[in-house]
């Protein structure tokens, strides 16, 4: 009797191991979407290496003649460059053209045409913004007159990055998190029809996978740093993933402004607000990137909650040479 109790608990015990180590597997790999390229606008495919790393990068840099600064667009899990917010963005980046800014769109780690890497959900995404932040300090551009748009994982990476590198003028995130635990806890069950103690042996996986502790990612303690660069955190009311709490306690936390909208699904604010949201953006960026603007100024307050090129920057600080 012993050693069937015994042997059904060395069962139990590896069903769950594979389980958990499954669960990891899926949860720390992205989707790729191919790159739509967008039409009647001329960019360069560039590429570039995550800071600190060997890992390649792709993006797409539009550039305007006499920019007064640059945008970074960062989008979440499963997207890719010219989708940052759950549909095609072509709109932003004339908005922010047109306001003499110059945009590139990057594919982190993972997704679009970069290289392969795991899902960490920021903890070393914000390199890939990092590695964009060097390649347009390459480009000329001056620290301070850089901004990132950052939706979802793409936003928490934003203010990872932020936090570690000055050259980041002005910061926008939507629908990021401010706890990557919260979000797990609550939608643990719900995403993988698995009671909730297996989260805890997923996420022990994970970090064997990924070499990353997740949970120790903090974007609420990382935004109380930001404190006096001019940072926006939208939302979108009703998102049924990410809770619009999440952008009230980074907004606190940073002692910035939010902007909360009506939308009913994750980064739905682009969608339903349209306009709004290409002028409210362009606007925060056009005042907080200018030459005009002093750099890491207080935060204004808002009154409402071609044939494509190629070109390659080489790694570790080396010089950029054609592909």
């Not at 015994?6 to 949860?27: D, R």
């Not at 909650?305 to 080396?318: A, D, I, K, N, R």
């Amino acid at each position: 009797m012993t050693a069937i109790l015994a042997g059904v608990c060395g069962l139990v015990a590896l069903t769950y191991v594979v389980i958990a180590v499954v669960v990891a597997h899926l949860f720390t790999t992205p989707r790729r979407m191919p790159y739509a390229a967008h039409e009647g606008a001329s960019y360069e495919r560039v590429q570039f290496c995550a800071r600190g790393e060997s890992l390649q990068l792709v993006a797409s840099y539009r550039r305007t003649l006499d920019a007064r600064g640059a945008v970074i667009l960062a989008h979440g899990r499963d997207s890719c460059r010219g989708e940052e917010l759950r549909g095609t963005t072509q709109s932003l980046v004339r908005e922010l053209t047109s306001r003499g800014l110059s945009v590139i769109m990057v594919d982190l780690r993972g997704h679009g045409e970069s290289d392969r890497a795991r899902l960490t959900f920021g903890r070393r995404e914000q390199r890939d913004i990092l590695g964009a932040v060097d390649f347009l300090l390459h480009r000329g551009y001056q620290p301070g007159r850089i901004g990132v748009l950052g939706a979802s994982m793409g936003g928490v990476s934003a203010i990872a990055a932020a936090v570690e590198e000055h050259a980041i003028g002005a910061l926008i995130t939507d629908s990021a998190f401010a706890s990557l635990e919260e979000v797990l806890h609550a939608q643990f069950t719900r995403l993988t029809r698995l009671p909730s103690f297996v989260l805890g042996g997923a996420l022990i996986a994970a970090r064997l996978l990924t070499g990353e502790d997740l949970l120790r990612h903090a974007p609420g303690h990382n935004m109380r740093r930001l404190r006096g660069r001019p940072t926006l955190v939208i939302h979108a009311e009703h998102d049924p993933f990410v809770p619009v709490q999440h952008a009230r306690d980074l907004a606190a936390a940073g002692a910035c402004d939010s902007w909360i909208t009506s939308g009913t699904r994750h980064l739905a604010s682009f969608s339903v607000t349209g306009p709004e949201y290409l002028a409210l953006v362009g606007d925060f960026f056009a005042r907080h990137l200018s030459v005009d603007a002093p750099v890491q100024a207080p935060v204004s307050r808002w009154t409402r909650t071609v044939m494509p090129l190629q070109f390659t920057v080489g790694c570790h600080g080396q010089s950029a040479t054609p592909l």
